[in-house]
Nanobody, 114 residues
């Protein structure tokens, strides 16, 4: 059974940075696509960034140039480096593996104060 655990969220001032991590336990395939989503109360969960098994990355327009997604297949870790954060980035951030069973973590809260 694949399990995902996010960490690294917290409270930061606008303009600051956070680095989120998602640790995977259980079976893991290096070619799986991995993603980060975020959700604010009352809104749908939205895709922030994806890293494909090939290493190619894609980003939502509102995080391009500020966020960087990366993966370490050997350690089974997915990361999201977030720079120049603004209040609009406040949300619960989730990691996701859509392949093999569509797995989700429990989420980590990111709060950006103005």
């Amino acid at each position: 059974q694949v399990q995902l655990v996010e960490s690294g969220g917290g409270l930061v001032q606008a303009g600051g940075s956070l680095n989120l991590s998602c640790t995977t336990t259980g079976p893991f395939q290096y070619f799986w696509n991995l993603g980060w989503y975020r959700q604010i109360p009352g809104a749908q969960r939205e895709l922030v960034a994806t890293i494909f098994g090939s290493g190619k990355t894609t980003y939502a327009d509102y995080v391009k140039g500020r966020f960087t997604i990366s993966r370490d297949n050997a350690k089974k870790i997915l990361a999201l480096q977030m720079n120049n954060l603004g209040p609009g980035d406040t949300a619960v951030y989730y990691c996701n593996i859509p392949d093999g069973g569509n797995y989700w973590g429990q989420g980590t809260q990111v709060t950006v104060s103005s």
